[in-house]
């Protein structure tokens, strides 16, 4: 798949460097909408089962990878659904009465404030690969495969390197350098500057994500997700959003080659 920029709202265009595995981000426990779960639907699950990286099943369209954490209550997960164009990011919280509610977001060099979104969840979860399915959060019902339970603790020196997205053929560089305890420092050639940390976590193959965008104009603008690392090492997804959670940003960085 041709690398793609997607991005809402960084002024910052951020490459894509591989959309066909959402590297597997740590989130916190985000709301969405107002919440709260909406109607109580009739199946009860336990949203900490879902735990894991989730691809949709062949045939089923839009193509989307999902990650799924379990939030800091265990009694609740957090969603994170990537289209594998990168049109579109939706972020939910998945809730014991099955409902799933939260947030969609275009992605595009556009400020469009995220719509709030309401569903449904169910899974097979017994099977192999376990099954799970969305209802309601998009025109289509979607069917998941799980391809990675992310039961291992990811490893915070796998973060602990420089990476650069590039973007409109190399007329936007981003670049973020990480350091061995999490801390991010970078820049963009567009002006803005970003400052925060990656923290790996110690239940899931992922990191939780905290990240300020302090542009030329004097906006700065704060970000919450997760992030996660490629088995190679050698990419670095982002997904997050703002904590008032209109705005939702996918960012995809390659490694930086060390300059010789």
């Given amino acids: 798949m041709t690398p793609q920029t997607r991005r809402s709202p960084l002024r910052t265009v951020l490459t894509i460097a591989t959309v066909a595995m959402l590297a597997a981000c740590g989130g916190g426990g985000g709301g969405g909408g107002d919440g709260s779960s909406p109607s109580t639907p009739a199946t009860t699950i336990d949203p900490v089962q879902f735990k894991g990286r989730w691809?949709?099943?062949?045939?089923?369209?839009?193509?989307?990878?999902?990650?799924?954490?379990?939030d800091a209550s265990g009694t609740t997960a957090s969603a994170w659904l990537?289209?594998?164009?990168a049109s579109r990011l939706v972020k939910l919280v998945l809730f014991s009465d099955s409902s799933a509610n939260g947030t969609s977001y275009t992605l595009a060099p556009t400020n469009t404030d995220g719509q709030s979104v309401t569903g449904t969840v169910t899974g097979t979860l017994t099977s192999s690969p376990k099954r799970m399915s969305l209802t309601g959060v998009?025109?289509?019902?979607?069917?998941?495969?799980?391809?990675?339970?992310?039961?291992?603790?990811?490893?915070?020196?796998?973060?602990?390197?420089?990476w650069e997205s590039i973007a409109g053929g190399n007329a936007r560089t981003t670049t973020w350098t990480v350091a061995s305890d999490g801390a991010i420092s970078g820049s963009s050639t567009t002006g803005c500057s970003f400052t925060g940390k990656l923290t790996a976590m110690s239940s899931s193959n992922a990191f939780s994500a905290q990240f300020a965008e302090s542009c030329s104009?004097?906006?700065?603008?704060?970000f919450s997700g997760i992030a996660t690392v490629d088995?190679?090492?050698?990419?670095?997804?982002?997904?997050?959003?703002?904590a008032d959670t209109k705005k939702g940003v996918a960012i995809f960085f390659g490694a930086k080659a060390a300059t010789q």
Avoid at 55 to 70: D, F
Avoid at 217 to 222: I, K, S, W
């Fill in 231 to 242: 088995a190679p090492k050698t990419r670095l997804t982002v997904t997050a959003i703002t």
């Fill in 55 to 70: 691809a949709t099943a062949a045939a089923v369209t839009p193509v989307m990878i999902a990650v799924v954490l379990p």
């Fill in 138 to 162: 998009s025109s289509t019902a979607l069917a998941f495969d799980q391809s990675d339970a992310l039961t291992t603790a990811a490893v915070q020196a796998d973060a602990a390197k420089t």
């Fill in 82 to 85: 990537l289209a594998n164009d």
């Fill in 217 to 222: 104009d004097g906006v700065t603008t704060n």
